[in-house]
């Protein structure tokens, strides 16, 4: 998969593409991301990328034509699959969304600063609008890095063990159970004996009945849509 993010603040996208699992995805040759600054494209001898709101009212805007320039120049080398714009009033990101972007190829991810992009953008060029929660950001660039790496490990291989990701909490609507390691006793605090117990039938069973009491204690809603 290959993603070209485009973003005033490259700076904030130095490192989150270059560790643990993305880097993985990166060195298996699976993931590509190639971060752009939209000053590079700016139209203006002062590389200008954001101008005052028409109309008035504080904040600034970020101009449509180095966005043009960029997202057209992008468009000249590939086919994308979706044209991104993170922003607090687009769609919730949610796992599922996940799942069908990481089965994608090319994907253009547009990240707004200050007050956002100029509407016209959004018309002429944003396929999806995406919001990872009701808060807001001074800028997409860190919502960008939780989409990227929300899809990056859900790249087919990207994961060693091709299960982990299928037992992620949210990847069939009920949160993960709980997890331990070594030692099996600490400072009093034993180990469930059933995971101890090598019964892998049992344990199965013990870590979906813990799924879905975590489920219901935390967030019952995530059960409407459960099938039993
Ligand atoms: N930009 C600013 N806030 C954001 C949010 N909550 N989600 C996505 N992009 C944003």
Request: net charge negative; hydrophobic share 40%.
């Amino acid at each position: 998969m290959h993603i070209d993010v485009i973003t005033c603040v490259p700076k904030l996208l130095e490192s989150p593409f270059n560790h643990s699992i993305l880097l993985r995805a990166q060195k298996k040759g699976l993931l590509e991301v190639v971060v752009h600054d939209l000053r590079d494209y700016a139209t203006n001898n002062q590389k200008q990328v954001d101008d005052y709101a028409f109309g008035g009212g504080a904040g600034m805007v970020l101009m449509i034509e180095p966005i043009a320039k960029c997202i057209n120049a992008l468009k000249e080398k590939r086919q994308y699959d979706e044209v991104i714009y993170m922003t607090p009033d687009g769609k919730k990101f949610h796992q599922k969304t996940a799942n069908r972007l990481s089965l994608l190829n090319n994907l253009i991810i547009l990240c707004g600063h200050y007050k956002g992009v100029d509407e016209r953008v959004r018309e002429k060029f944003i396929t999806l609008e995406l919001s990872i929660g009701d808060y807001v950001l001074s800028g997409g660039e860190l919502a960008a890095a939780v989409v990227v790496d929300a899809i990056g490990r859900l790249i087919p291989n990207v994961l060693s063990d091709e299960t982990s990701a299928l037992t992620d909490s949210f990847q069939d609507n009920l949160l993960a159970p709980p997890v331990y390691t070594r030692p099996a006793e600490y400072e009093g605090m034993k180990v469930p004996e059933i995971l101890l117990s090598g019964h892998e039938a049992n344990i199965q069973e013990w870590r979906l009945e813990q799924s879905l009491k975590r489920t219901q204690e935390r967030r019952p809603d995530l059960l409407d849509g459960y099938e039993l």
